[in-house]
């Protein structure tokens, strides 16, 4: 069955970075456009940024970009964010996603607290 472990969430302070991973297995990872989405205390999920399936393609929401990098392995079925310069309102559960956007599976996410 499809798998996706996110990892790399933490604590860090404004104006920092942080990398997160998911490591995806059960399914053609490389046939799969893959996204980030994250949902911060008491909102819904949003958004945050799609890759095509050979990464030759990016796209972000106007909160996160010029800021975070969505990146992909291929070889070993690894999505990764790179998030820059951090805010506080950056503050969420961030879930690897299967798909376009929202897509149609999720993992069980990482916390991400930006706080000084």
């Known amino acids: 069955q499809v798998q996706l472990v996110e990892s790399g969430g933490g604590l860090v302070q404004p104006g920092g970075s942080l990398r997160l991973s998911c490591a995806a297995s059960g399914f053609d990872f490389s046939m799969n456009y893959m996204s980030w989405v994250r949902q911060a205390p008491g909102k819904g999920l949003e958004w945050v940024s799609s890759?095509?399936?050979?990464?030759?393609?990016?796209h972000y929401a106007d909160s996160v970009k010029g800021r975070f990098t969505i990146s992909r392995d291929n070889s070993g079925n690894t999505l990764y964010l790179q998030m820059n310069r951090v805010k506080s309102e950056d503050t969420a559960v961030y879930y690897c996603?299967?798909?376009?956007?929202?897509?149609?599976?999720r993992g069980q996410g990482t916390q991400v607290i930006v706080s000084s």
């Open positions: 996603a299967k798909g376009w956007r929202l897509g149609n599976e």
């Open positions: 890759i095509f399936r050979d990464g030759s393609r990016t």
